[in-house]
């Protein structure tokens, strides 16, 4: 079972970067679509963005121009640039993985962005 560990959370002031990292214990070639997601208490999980497996990236509206997801398959591992963060902004972040889009998919365990105003 492919696991998969986020890293790169904290605080950061209004305006500021973060980029995190989404490592697995497995090969990403093997995903076909990793995705980027968040959530915060008491609310329903967001997709931020998802990376397919041919390269097609797609952003929700509010990470259009801010955020960046990319891949290396060399280091197995996806992330995610965040520039000119906003209060609005925090919440945990998670990433996810899916071998067959549609199908089954593999959570990692979250990461705390606490953006402050």
């Known amino acids: 079972q492919v696991q998969l560990v986020e890293s790169g959370g904290g605080t950061v002031q209004s305006g500021g970067s973060l980029r995190l990292a989404c490592a697995s214990s497995g090969s990403i070639s093997d995903f076909a679509v990793m995705a980027w997601y968040r959530q915060v208490p008491g609310k329903q999980r967001d997709l931020v963005g998802g990376?397919?497996?041919?390269?097609?990236?797609n952003y929700a509206d509010f990470a259009e121009d801010r955020f960046t997801i990319s891949r290396d398959n060399a280091q197995n591992t996806m992330y995610l640039q965040m520039n000119r963060l906003e209060p609005e902004d925090t919440a945990v972040y998670f990433c996810?993985?899916?071998?067959?889009?549609?199908?089954?998919?593999?959570w990692g365990q979250g990461t705390q962005v606490t953006v402050s105003s």
């Open positions: 990376i397919f497996s041919g390269g097609y990236i």
């Open positions: 996810n993985a899916q071998r067959q889009i549609g199908g089954s998919a593999t």
